[in-house]
């Protein structure tokens, strides 16, 4: 639990003050909120840190006193584990038929959450998720709910971010390769980056998805060798990150590699490369320089870096609870009408580059974009667009 001195910073930063010894004289409901990630099998990293942003946002609720509008209620977290799209549905399902949840939080992986989304919408539950896929808010569904950009978004600023730091050391590109998971997610931002690479008149000379989880990335690597290409956009999870960029430096191919987020901007990435992490550039959601106190408190407590996934579970959990406390219900229909109608500015939605959550009439936050994030030192740091960045992108750090 957080010290009483790091309560207050939190509440703060949530617009609410703590209240000592003012509980109410009744014995408030406790609201359950469902949080659902991957927290075994190989996106465990992800999910584990984005139940830990999750977690924060309700201690800091609680000891601010909790639910304002419903006499002090406190949160709880009912912590599912999805490791697999396969199981995703029946955990779901489960979840709202033995416990009454207000809402859902996860999952980090978009092909998971479509499979979750599926039911939450059948039993009308909302469900407030960071996963890219542009499918989870284009489906016409009225209970789901994305704070972040959708893939395509990303894979747009991936490449045009990239084009726009060469511009700047005085570089232009001519010919491209993305490479890229087989899955929802990596489809979704493939197709981004193709369609801007479209309207920058660029050559895709690699254009190759592969299966999730490959063990030998020297095939994918030699096709990118003797392509021709100037930069590489590699979309891809924790493994198959490490496998790519590793290949890519120890044969001496040193064209700059723009990650689609997700394994290029966590620790075990910087842990599992060493020096040849340096300098790669990605995008993100969201980044710890945006909001350096909160950043610091998850350091102090987890000793490692927030990573942008722990961010944006941390906003999509904020806004979920927000929207308990404008609804002054539990029930799911009045929180999902509360969510859409939902605008706010405050606490971890700061960590997301433009600061706020609005949703649209499709139930997208349509007020952020994606932040382009370096590995320079021991942690990424933000360095595109100008708004947002601390610090300068450094361009062909690879020798």
């Known amino acids: 639990m957080a010290s009483y001195g790091v309560r207050q910073l939190l509440a703060c930063f949530f617009g609410i003050f703590v209240f000592l010894g003012n509980a109410p004289a009744f014995a408030a409901e406790e609201i359950a909120i469902g949080v659902l990630q ?15 942003g999750s977690e924060m946002v309700v201690e800091a609720v609680n000891a601010a006193g909790g639910i304002k509008s419903l006499g002090g209620a406190k949160v709880k977290i009912i912590s599912v584990d999805v490791p697999t799209p396969n199981t995703a549905a029946a955990a779901t399902q489960r979840l709202v038929s033995k416990n009454k ?17 599926e039911v939450t919408e059948r039993v009308g539950v909302p469900i407030v998720t960071f996963a890219f896929a542009d499918q989870i808010t284009e489906r016409g569904y009225k209970y789901s709910f994305q704070v972040t950009p959708k893939g395509t978004i990303f894979g747009n600023a991936q490449l045009e971010y990239a084009l726009d730091i060469a511009k700047q050391y005085g570089e232009s590109v001519k010919k491209i390769a993305i490479l890229y998971e087989d899955t929802a997610y990596g489809t979704s931002q493939a197709k981004g980056i193709r369609v801007a690479a479209g309207k920058n008149n660029l050559e895709i000379v690699v254009d190759e ?19 021709g290409a100037e930069i590489v956009f590699p979309v891809s999870y924790l493994n198959d990150s490490l496998l790519i960029i590793r290949t890519m430096r120890q044969q001496g191919l040193t064209i700059p590699a723009i990650g689609g987020a997700a394994g290029y901007i966590i620790p075990d990435f ?41 961010i944006s579970h941390a906003v999509a959990t904020d806004a979920l609870i927000k929207a308990v406390e404008k609804a002054a219900s539990s029930d799911p229909a009045k929180v999902r009408d509360a969510l859409a109608g939902l605008e706010t500015c405050e606490g971890f939605a700061r960590g997301i580059p433009g600061g706020c959550v609005k949703f649209d009439a499709n139930g997208y936050n349509s007020v952020t974009f994606p932040l382009m994030v370096q590995w320079q030192g021991d942690e990424p740091v933000s360095v595109y667009p100008k708004s947002v960045a601390k610090a300068k992108a450094i361009w062909r750090t690879q020798k």
């Open 38 to 52: 991957p927290l075994s099998g190989p996106n465990a990293k992800f999910g584990v840190s984005s139940l830990r």
């Open 101 to 117: 949840v207000s809402g859902i939080v996860g999952v980090f992986v978009s092909s998971t959450t479509l499979a979750v989304s």
């Open 209 to 227: 998805a592969y299966p999730l989880g490959i063990t030998d990335a020297a095939p994918l690597v030699n096709k990118l060798r003797a392509s």
């Open 270 to 310: 910087k842990k599992g490369l060493g020096e040849l992490a340096d300098g790669t550039l990605s995008v993100a959601s969201a980044a710890a320089d945006q909001i350096p106190e909160i950043a610091l408190e998850y350091k102090k407590k987890y000793g490692s870096f927030m990573t942008h996934e722990a």
